[in-house]
Every structure is written in structure tokens, then in C-alpha cells.
């Protein structure tokens, strides 16, 4: 088996309510995503998707996703795809970073491996250790009532995990923590209070304090890992590392400085499942949690965070998104939730379709930005 094409699209899904808010300001009136199709000879295809929050969240944005796709497909289309860890390592050879984009081509060569091989990924991943995954939901910054209401809407769905979107004036935003804690009380599963980077050493200090009574994980309350490192010995509340933890020696340096009870693991952040699956043995053999992410998506990117989360061990998980079902505003087939991880009653359910077990409508994306082939080489 060889690869012929990779095709890229652009989708934006509508933000549910019509806004999504994080610290410093940042309000998503959609989540842009990058799509990616590989083909290959015998006509098995592979997808994969990417979202970056827009511009200001991860280390890439939307037009650099798609021309990390269109600068590396030379080499891509030149690689066996059954080699992954030849391929990610020396899509890091021919371009430094830019990791969004690496993540859309591992994916959907993953995608391909298992269709090729009749497995799910997981599979390839290591094995099937779990099926039904703990499943939450990301609560948009607002006020303490409105987070509230919106956690209990979720939790009418059937979620039993929460994310609450903080990063603002520490004291309210830690009323609106015991909002939510007090509305979701005896029904949640867990709880994680995520600033987004957006305190400086002495807010979160201030935030801790107010919240210590409060069963929720403190989720990258600073920028740094030296400001991480001054909360861990005050705080009693369990941290978890974000956006400082992109690469195995971040973890390794988390671990070291005792930043890191658990990690919110995003595919798309660290460069695609081949590398995440290194990151999750890593901090497993460290001790350190994992919640498993993306940053935002729709029926790939689930599939794809299902596929990893199912390889976890059940003691180090604590939860996965979805990004599937009637509270999405969109989807990639035409027949909702035909495919891919079904949600029942506070969890994803994996199948055992091949590949990431989500058959898409490539019609529902429109025409492709580019279409690079093997003739174009």
C-alpha cells in the first residue's frame, strides 16, 4: 500500500449559544478546523482533524495548519504508511514545530492503518482497556449563574464531568467554581477549574484559598512551570497540567517539579496520536492522570480522542470530550451520530469499527483547499 493524494478542507463550527469564552478575553464565535484526507493506491482513504481554538491558543492557527499540511506532503506522500513513528519523526526533520498540522496528517494515517489492517486504533495503540469512557463537558466563562445553568444543562444530557472555564478576577471565578460545584452536587463525576493560563502566582494563590474546600482540580492556573512550581507545595487542591504540556520532557519536568497530578492531554497540542500515545506511557510510568482533549472539533476529532482514551488504564483516566450529538452544531455525516462513539449516560462508548470508526460525508465539507498527489511530486 501506497499513498496517492492528501486533500485539506476547511470547516467552522458554530459555537453552541452562539459564544465560547476563556480568559483574557477570548471569545470564539465558532472553532475553525482543518480537515485532512489521505488516499491510497488500493482507494482506502484516511481522515483527520485539527482545531486550534482560533488564533491565539495553540502554538499554529487555522492558514498555518493548512500550509504545514501542503509543506510536508511531499514527504508524506513519500513515506510507507504503516511506519508511524519513521513518519512523525521525520515530519519534525523536515519542519520544526507547527504541530496542529503534523497532528491532521498522523491522525488520518492512523485512520488509514486501521481500515488497512481491519482494526480499530486503539488497537494499534496498544489495546482496547477500556470502553466506556467518562465523558465531560467544557463550560463557558461566564457569570457564576449562567456557568451554573449551563453545567445543569449538560448534566441533563447525561455528562457527569465538567470543565469550567475560568482565568478571570480570581475571587469571581472562584464563586463561580462553588456555582457550579453546589449546582452539580451529587451528580458530578469530577470537576476541573481551568484559567487558561490566566492568573499570575499571587491570583491563583488568592483563588486556592477561596476554593479549598471545593473537590475540583486546579487546571494550569499560570503560564509557566517555575509559577506552577510555587502552587504545588501550598496548594491542596490536586494541579493539572495544560498548555505546558506539549512534549514528553515537559511531562518529565512536571513530574520533577511535582506541577502535575494530572494532564489534559490534547492530540492536536502535542502533534498527533503517535505522539500522544508516547506521552500517555510516560505518564503513566510518572503517576499522572489523564484527561484526554481536543481543542474543539466534531466527529473526527471524538473519534479520534476515543481511540486514545480507550488505551488508557481506567485507574489514570479521568475523562474524555465529545464533540458528537444533538449538543453539537455540527456534524460530519449526514445521519447524526451514524458512526464513530455513541454517548450513553455520562460516557463514550467505542465501537469496533476499523480505523477511527467514523465514516464521513465528504460532500458536507465542500471543495477541498488542495489536493496534492503523488504526480505533483
Same mark, same amino acid.
Given at each position: 500500500m501506497k499513498l496517492q493524494s492528501i486533500a485539506c478542507y476547511s470547516v467552522d463550527i458554530p459555537a453552541t449559544g452562539g459564544s465560547y469564552v476563556m480568559s483574557h478575553g477570548r471569545d470564539l464565535a465558532a472553532f475553525p478546523a482543518t480537515i485532512v484526507k489521505v488516499t491510497a493506491d488500493n482507494g482506502l482513504t484516511g481522515w483527520g482533524e485539527a482545531g486550534t481554538l482560533g488564533s491565539n491558543y495553540l502554538n499554529g492557527f487555522p492558514a498555518s495548519v493548512r500550509e504545514t499540511i501542503a509543506e510536508l506532503a511531499p514527504f508524506v506522500l513519500s513515506c510507507d504508511p504503516m511506519e508511524a513513528g519513521v513518519l512523525v519523526d521525520g515530519m519534525d526533520a523536515q519542519l520544526i514545530g507547527h504541530l496542529p498540522g503534523k497532528a491532521a496528517i498522523d491522525t488520518a494515517l492512523w485512520d488509514l492503518r486501521g481500515k488497512a489492517l481491519g482494526l480499530p486504533v486503539a488497537a494499534l495503540l496498544g489495546g482496547v482497556k477500556q470502553r466506556r469512557l467518562g465523558a465531560f463537558q467544557a463550560i463557558s466563562l461566564a457569570s457564576p449563574q449562567h456557568m451554573?445553568? %449551563?453545567?445543569?444543562?449538560? &448534566?441533563?444530557?447525561?455528562?457527569?464531568?465538567?470543565? /469550567?472555564? !475560568?482565568?478571570?478576577?480570581p475571587i469571581t471565578d472562584a464563586a463561580r467554581t462553588r456555582a457550579v460545584a453546589e449546582a452539580v452536587h451529587g451528580i458530578s463525576e469530577f470537576m476541573t477549574s481551568d484559567a487558561n493560563r490566566g492568573w499570575t502566582v499571587g491570583q491563583a494563590k488568592r483563588y486556592l484559598q477561596a476554593v479549598?474546600?471545593?473537590?475540583?482540580?486546579?487546571?494550569?492556573?499560570?503560564?509557566?512551570?517555575?509559577?506552577?512550581?510555587?502552587?504545588?507545595?501550598?496548594?491542596?487542591?490536586?494541579?493539572?497540567?495544560?498548555?505546558?504540556?506539549?512534549?514528553? %520532557?515537559?511531562?518529565?519536568? &512536571?513530574?520533577?517539579?511535582?506541577?502535575?497530578?494530572? /494532564?489534559? !492531554?490534547?492530540?492536536?497540542r502535542v502533534g498527533g496520536l503517535t505522539k500522544a500515545a508516547r506521552i500517555r506511557d510516560l505518564a503513566a510510568a510518572t503517576g499522572i492522570s489523564i484527561l484526554v482533549d481536543e481543542p474543539q472539533g466534531a466527529d473526527l476529532a471524538t473519534g479520534t480522542m476515543?481511540?486514545?482514551?480507550?488505551?488508557?488504564?481506567?485507574r489514570g483516566f479521568l475523562g474524555v470530550s465529545y464533540f458528537m450529538g444533538d449538543h453539537m452544531t455540527l456534524s460530519?455525516?449526514?445521519?447524526?451520530?451514524a458512526t464513530g462513539p455513541t454517548f450513553e449516560a455520562g460516557a463514550v462508548v467505542l465501537g469496533e469499527d476499523p480505523g477511527l470508526g467514523v465514516l464521513v460525508d465528504e460532500t458536507l465539507f465542500g471543495e477541498p483547499i488542495f489536493v496534492l498527489t503523488t504526480k505533483d511530486l
Open positions: 451554573a445553568d %449551563e453545567a445543569l444543562s449538560h &448534566a441533563e444530557l447525561g455528562f457527569r464531568r465538567f470543565q /469550567l472555564k !475560568l482565568g478571570e478576577d479549598g474546600d471545593i473537590d475540583t482540580y486546579v487546571e494550569q492556573p499560570c503560564a509557566t512551570m517555575t509559577e506552577l512550581a510555587h502552587l504545588a507545595h501550598l496548594s491542596r487542591l490536586p494541579l493539572m497540567l495544560d498548555e505546558s504540556g506539549q512534549t514528553c %520532557e515537559d511531562v518529565l519536568t &512536571a513530574q520533577r517539579l511535582g506541577v502535575a497530578d494530572g /494532564l489534559n !492531554l490534547k492530540i492536536t476515543a481511540q486514545l482514551a480507550a488505551t488508557i488504564d481506567p460530519y455525516q449526514k445521519d447524526r451520530g
